[in-house]
C-alpha cells in the first residue's frame, strides 16, 4: 500500500499572527557621557579665550587712545602731529642768498667791503633783506650759519678773509662772529689761480639781529655761479 502520510513537498508557511510583536530595529549607541563632556568643555575653552582676546583688545585700544589724546591735546591723532610736524618744517625760517654778478666797481661799495645780493635769485624764509647786504632775524632761536668766498685775485698787504658780522638791530655795533682765511699765490702765471674760504657756525640769534658777509675788498670775489654763497637755517 501506498503511504499517503508522507511527502517531499515542504509544509506552507505558517500566517502571521494578528497579536504577534513586530521585529523592532536597534537604534545607534549614545556617545558616552565622558565624550560629551569634553567636548563641551573645549567649546567653553573658545568662548573663554575668544572674550578674554576681546577684552584684552578693547583695553589695549582705550590705553592707547587716552595716551594719543595725552600727546596730541587736539585729539586728531597721529594725522594731525604728522602735519602740524610738516607745517612747523615748512615755517622754519632759511635764506640762501646768490651773490650779484654785476661788479662792485663803486670806491665807496669796495671800501665798505658788504657783498651784495641778488634778490631775484636768493631763498628768503622768515627773513627780512635789509639794503640788500644784512639779513633780518624774524625768529628767535638757533641757526646754523654758513659761508663760502671764493677770491680770484690776492692781495700782496693783506690776508684773503671773509667775515660774517652780527649786530643787535639797524643801528647796533657790529661784531664779528665767524671769520676763514684762505691763500693764494699772486705769481704772475697763465693759469688762473682760485682760492675759497668756507666756514659753519650755530648762533643763537634773536628777534632783529642782523647778519652779513664781509670781505677786505669786493674786486678780489670770484662772482661766478656757485663760487660764492652765503646762508643760514633754523634748527
Known sequence: MINTYHTSLAPPPVPPRLGASQPVLIPAPLPSRGHSKSLVRFLLGVVLLHL??????FIYLYHNDI?????????????????????????????????????????QTSELGYLQW??????????????????????????????????????????LVSRVKLRDNETGT????????CNLNVSKS?????????????????????LSLWVQDLSLVNYEDGATTFGMYKL
Open 52 to 57: 578674554f582676546l576681546s577684552v584684552a583688545g
Open 67 to 107: 595716551k594719543l589724546s595725552f600727546q596730541h591735546p587736539s585729539g586728531k591723532g597721529n594725522f594731525a602731529f604728522i602735519s602740524a610736524e610738516k607745517k612747523e618744517t615748512s615755517d622754519k625760517a632759511l635764506a640762501r642768498m646768490v651773490v650779484t654778478q654785476k661788479l662792485h666797481t663803486s670806491s
Open 118 to 159: 641778488d634778490m631775484s635769485h636768493s631763498i628768503l624764509r622768515n627773513i627780512r633783506p635789509y639794503y640788500n647786504s644784512w639779513l633780518t632775524i624774524l625768529q628767535p632761536g638757533d641757526y646754523y650759519v654758513y659761508s663760502r668766498v671764493t677770491f680770484s685775485k690776492g692781495d700782496s698787504v693783506r690776508a
Open 174 to 181: 657790529e661784531k664779528v662772529v665767524m671769520q676763514a682765511y
Open 190 to 210: 697763465p693759469i688762473p689761480h682760485l682760492c675759497t674760504a668756507t666756514q659753519g657756525e650755530l648762533i643763537t640769534l634773536e628777534k632783529g639781529n642782523q
